[in-house]
């Protein structure tokens, strides 16, 4: 089996979806089969010579990781279907928020749309694709209301998997007291990811007498989704915002890590939290990776709830998005309670358990078995 596996420019240090591709391209490869990642900014000559690259290689199935800001926000990724000779699986990371051009009334979309010949957001990729993968239940739902088009669900896996020992010195190593109760966010930082709001319900949880209260901030600010001028101008406010709170020395922002010190320090802390401002689900590899260190974790409730996360069971679920008040609620909960917390973070790693990247790379050995026999009847 030959696999294109077609994504954006990043490295996976600065990008959710080339992380996801290259653990996904390592996972096939242990099953025998070979992987040839092929780039492209979504430029049209840039998208005209992926095609013709891939032409070369001559591969049974191209497989598109699809995020907007992945192709620089450029709609001509989604002609590959009428470039490539071999069938075109789509797996979709991000959807239902974005449409090129945007301009164009929702109206005239939904008429656009309504044959099944073309989607707003993925111009042909998803039309046209043999299969349409998504890794969670609302974009499934979402697909299904607005193209009609059964994708198949196949669920992430952590993207960063616990490295066992060697994380005793981790606290000193970051600076973090020893006898700390320690709150730890992980993955990429945006303004979207709700940190305000967690450095401010860590505030008043320190006001309110836990004065052990420690958060840590694992995670680089440079992505795709937040170039480097602006990472550091949001560094600098997040720094800014917990010193007006008084909470300056109690906030530990680390930057990029390599995954092992992640797991390291994962493993150092208490609880975790992922505070989403449209709610957290499980297409986060950074939330499945805290579940796989048996974390008890708390996260926002998103809308349409995620059905793998539920309160009491798997997680502690912040009902509001950007209000620290229910984010003190659901920690204080977490942080009151011993029975609760056991029972959440074991709940969280058997979610985790049951995704793993062999897993994965089955399910998708399956799926291209059906494309290619189908594309060879």
């Given at each position: 089996?030959?696999?294109?596996?077609?994504?954006?420019?990043?490295?996976?240090?600065?990008?959710?979806?080339?992380?996801?591709a290259?653990?996904?391209?390592?996972?096939l490869?242990?099953?025998?089969?070979?992987?040839?990642?092929?780039?492209?900014?979504?430029?049209?000559?840039?998208?005209?010579?992926?095609?013709?690259?891939?032409?070369?290689?001559?591969?049974?199935?191209?497989?598109?990781q699809?995020?907007?800001?992945?192709?620089?926000?450029?709609?001509?990724?989604?002609?590959?279907?009428?470039?490539?000779?071999?069938?075109?699986?789509?797996?979709?990371?991000?959807?239902?928020w974005?449409?090129?051009?945007?301009?164009?009334?929702?109206?005239?979309?939904?008429?656009?749309?309504?044959?099944?010949?073309?989607?707003r957001?993925?111009?042909?990729?998803?039309?046209?694709?043999?299969?349409?993968?998504?890794?969670?239940?609302?974009?499934?739902?979402?697909?299904?209301?607005r193209?009609?088009?059964?994708?198949?669900?196949?669920?992430?896996?952590?993207?960063?998997?616990?490295?066992?020992?060697?994380?005793?010195?981790?606290?000193?190593?970051?600076?973090?007291?020893?006898?700390?109760?320690?709150?730890?966010f992980?993955?990429?930082?945006?303004?979207?990811?709700g940190?305000?709001?967690?450095?401010?319900?860590?505030?008043?949880?320190?006001?309110?007498?836990?004065?052990?209260?420690?958060l840590?901030?694992?995670?680089?600010?440079?992505?795709?989704?937040l170039?480097?001028?602006?990472?550091?101008?949001?560094?600098?406010?997040?720094?800014?915002?917990?010193?007006?709170?008084?909470?300056?020395?109690?906030?530990?922002?680390?930057?990029?890590?390599?995954?092992?010190?992640?797991?390291?320090?994962?493993?150092?802390?208490?609880?975790?939290?992922?505070?989403?401002?449209?709610?957290?689900?499980?297409?986060?590899?950074?939330?499945?990776s805290?579940?796989?260190?048996?974390?008890?974790?708390?996260?926002?409730?998103?809308?349409?709830?995620d059905?793998?996360l539920?309160?009491?069971?798997?997680?502690?679920?912040?009902?509001?998005?950007?209000?620290?008040?229910?984010?003190?609620?659901?920690?204080?909960?977490?942080?009151?309670?011993?029975?609760?917390?056991?029972?959440?973070?074991?709940?969280?790693?058997?979610?985790?358990?049951?995704?793993?990247?062999?897993?994965?790379?089955?399910?998708?050995?399956?799926?291209?078995?059906?494309?290619?026999?189908?594309?060879?009847?």
């Open positions: 089996m030959r696999i294109a596996m077609v994504q954006g420019r990043a490295d996976p240090g600065r990008d959710g979806v080339t992380d996801y290259a653990h996904l391209a390592d996972a490869r242990a099953t025998g089969a070979a992987v040839e990642p092929v780039a492209t900014a979504g430029s049209p000559g840039d998208v005209v010579r992926a095609a013709r690259r891939i032409a070369r290689w001559d591969p049974d199935v191209v497989h598109v699809f995020a907007p800001s992945a192709f620089g926000f450029r709609p001509w990724p989604g002609l590959l279907p009428e470039l490539v000779r071999a069938p075109v699986v789509t797996t979709v990371h991000e959807y239902g974005w449409a090129a051009p945007s301009w164009v009334p929702a109206a005239v979309w939904r008429a656009v749309e309504r044959p099944g010949w073309f989607d957001e993925t111009g042909r990729l998803v039309p046209a694709s043999a299969v349409t993968v998504t890794t969670n239940a609302g974009h499934t739902d979402q697909l299904r209301t193209l009609g088009v059964r994708a198949r669900l196949v669920p992430l896996a952590p993207n960063v998997p616990d490295a066992g020992g060697g994380w005793h010195s981790v606290r000193e190593d970051l600076g973090v007291p020893p006898d700390a109760e320690v709150v730890a992980f993955g990429f930082v945006h303004p979207v990811k940190l305000r709001y967690l450095i401010d319900a860590v505030a008043r949880l320190r006001a309110a007498g836990r004065d052990r209260l420690h840590l901030v694992l995670g680089g600010f440079t992505s795709l989704a170039p480097e001028p602006q990472a550091r101008a949001f560094r600098a406010e997040l720094t800014t915002w917990a010193a007006a709170r008084g909470v300056a020395e109690h906030v530990t922002v680390t930057g990029h890590l390599p995954a092992e010190r992640v797991s390291c320090a994962l493993r150092t802390a208490d609880l975790a939290a992922f505070p989403f401002t449209a709610g957290a689900t499980t297409k986060s590899g950074a939330l499945l805290a579940f796989a260190h048996g974390l008890p974790t708390v996260v926002t409730a998103a809308d349409p709830p059905p793998d539920v309160d009491g069971e798997t997680v502690v679920v912040a009902p509001r998005v950007r209000d620290p008040d229910v984010l003190v609620d659901a920690l204080g909960r977490l942080l009151d309670d011993p029975v609760l917390r056991d029972r959440v973070a074991a709940g969280g790693t058997a979610l985790a358990a049951r995704r793993s990247w062999p897993r994965i790379a089955a399910a998708h050995r399956e799926l291209y078995a059906r494309v290619t026999e189908r594309a060879g009847g």
